[in-house]
């Protein structure tokens, strides 16, 4: 995979989903082993089957990716500790890139600048988003109960 490739997620084709609903299943149902390590088969183009040993954590997010794929998702794998542009960080919150600049210079969102180009924590984004989400369901509860209170025909 060249990093051209990496770095655009493409929607899954059918194949690419069958595939995935498939594996999800199968992988999925090692999950519940002790184990640190899981080993696993990969088949070459000449049919020849090799041993690769893996970490149980990483066959857990092997999994998680697996269903986001047969959900025809797009998936990008990102670091915890990684550093993301603000293109990145608005992309991640689905905002624009403006509007992601201003929660920054308001101090809704931590940053700070490597040269003149501002930087966001991804921890410190999905805790924002995290926040943001919570929020926003307690909005809706409240516009919810309003209207039930107010009889405007919501049950």
Known sequence: MNTATADKPTLPVE??????VHGQRTLAAYLATRLETQRIQIFD????AHQVELPTSALRLLVDILAELADGNAVKVVPIHAELTTQEAADLLNVSRPHLVKLLEEGALPFHKTGKHRRVRFADLMQFKADRDRNSTRALEELAGQAQELDMGYE
Request: negative net charge.
């Open 15 to 20: 194949r690419e989903i069958q595939a995935a």
């Open 45 to 48: 183009d000449n049919n020849q």
